[in-house]
């Protein structure tokens, strides 16, 4: 089975602070991704990255950064939370290709910004 | 990208079909329609995919109209640990690696 943890269930951060949400997977799966879920917003892609050092913006990237410098694992990095970050907030992998690409999720990170 | 649309909503007998529809009218065609559902609090867990025929696997079936326009998954014999929101959602075609979610299908099952 595939799987992909997240470093923290539950996080809580002051305005300001600089934050990691940190993902791994142990399927070598080249693809990863960081969504964020919110209320009646359903999921939305903040950024992926189909290789070691590569990434791409999602249709919410800003006030985020990533980091890869590992295949199995994919950082999101927020520079100076906002309370307007407060989210749960989602990993996912999947296998390279062209084809059909299931994408697996991690758990989830619920993070509170004060 | 073509877009979902699902009831907010369904109700469901333990032990009955559920039956949960999703329109995509303006869907491509060579966009898949994936299914995934997110039990409270947890990640979205895949269920089944298909183009074109239907699909069955050991989780759920999918029916696909045949002008692609809206599908139904089958859950054929719900159970309490079903309820969740079921989320229909149309790959885009040369975007591979975007998942649209939108608001999905909150699936209770009562007993």
């Known amino acids: 089975d595939v799987k992909v943890t997240q470093s923290s269930r539950y996080l809580v951060k002051r305005t300001g602070e600089k934050v990691f949400l940190e993902c791994v997977q142990d399927?070598?799966?080249?693809?990863m991704f960081w969504y964020r879920q919110d209320p009646g917003l359903g999921l939305r892609l903040i950024y992926f990255?189909?290789?070691?050092?590569?990434?791409e913006k999602g249709d919410i990237p800003e006030g985020y950064s990533v980091s890869r410098e590992k295949k199995e694992r994919f950082s999101l990095i927020l520079e100076s939370a906002s309370t307007n970050q407060t989210s749960m907030y989602l990993c996912?992998?999947?296998?390279?290709?062209?084809?059909?690409?299931?994408?697996?999720f991690g758990p989830g990170t619920r993070l509170l910004v004060l | 990208d073509a877009k979902t649309t699902q009831p907010p909503s369904m109700d469901c007998a333990e032990g009955r079909a559920a039956n949960l529809p999703c329109n995509h009218s303006t869907i491509s065609g060579n966009e898949y329609v994936y299914w995934y559902r997110q039990i409270h609090s947890q990640g979205p867990q895949y269920i089944i995919h298909?183009?074109?025929n239907n699909e069955t696997n050991e989780m759920a079936s999918l029916i696909i109209t045949e002008d692609r326009k809206s599908s139904t998954l089958i859950l054929p014999h719900a159970t309490l640990r079903d309820t969740a929101v079921y989320y229909c959602?149309?790959?885009?075609?040369?975007?591979?690696?975007?998942?649209?979610f939108g608001s999905g299908t909150k699936l209770n099952v009562k007993p």
């Open positions: 959602i149309v790959r885009p075609l040369y975007n591979f690696n975007k998942f649209y």
């Open positions: 996912a992998s999947s296998l390279a290709g062209q084809g059909v690409e299931t994408q697996y």
């Open positions: 990255s189909y290789d070691v050092k590569m990434k």
């Open positions: 399927m070598d799966h080249e693809n």
């Open positions: 298909g183009l074109k």
